[in-house]
């Protein structure tokens, strides 16, 4: 069985660049936090230093390098037009949910904002790869 792909429209590369900018600066927060000195941390107002006090389980951790590095992939196989993007924005958006209901129900006086935020653009993308997929555009 062979598909043919289709030229995605003008939105279609809009959207992948954003979703490559966004996951990108997921993948920074990410590596801001795993590789942060002391010096680093000490140099951070205090209510930000707070947060690296905190210490995850080792699985939050995982899921959160899950989506960050997942989501990134997912967005440069829709760059390059590929299906793997589907696959890789799944494992984003459930890694995502996981860190996120985490954090719901472990840290107090949080603000919502941002995790449902997050949780929303992981969704978008994986129903925009399989939409791109239906109207091959990836294949």
């Known amino acids: 069985m ?5 030229k995605p429209p003008v939105w279609f590369w809009i959207i992948s660049v954003l ?5 990108a600066m997921g993948v920074m927060a990410y590596l801001g936090r795993a590789f942060a000195t002391d010096e680093m941390i000490a140099a951070l107002p205090e209510e930000q230093q707070a947060e690296f006090l905190v210490e995850y389980p080792a699985w939050y ?3 959160f390098a899950l989506a960050v ?6 967005a440069l196989f829709l760059l390059i037009r590929k299906k793997w993007a589907i696959s890789m ?3 984003s958006a459930l ?5 996120h209901v985490y954090l719901f129900m472990n840290v107090e006086g949080m603000s919502l904002t941002m995790p449902i935020m997050v949780i929303v653009i992981c969704i978008v993308l994986v129903w925009f790869a399989r ?3 239906s109207k091959n555009w990836i294949s």
Do not use: K, P
């Open 95 to 99: 890694s995502a949910i996981v860190q």
């Open 69 to 74: 590095f997942c989501g990134a992939l997912g």
């Open 19 to 23: 979703a490559l900018v966004w996951n």
């Open 131 to 133: 939409h791109s997929s």
């Open 89 to 91: 924005f799944v494992i």
């Open 2 to 6: 062979t598909s043919t792909t289709q």
């Open 61 to 63: 951790t995982a899921a």
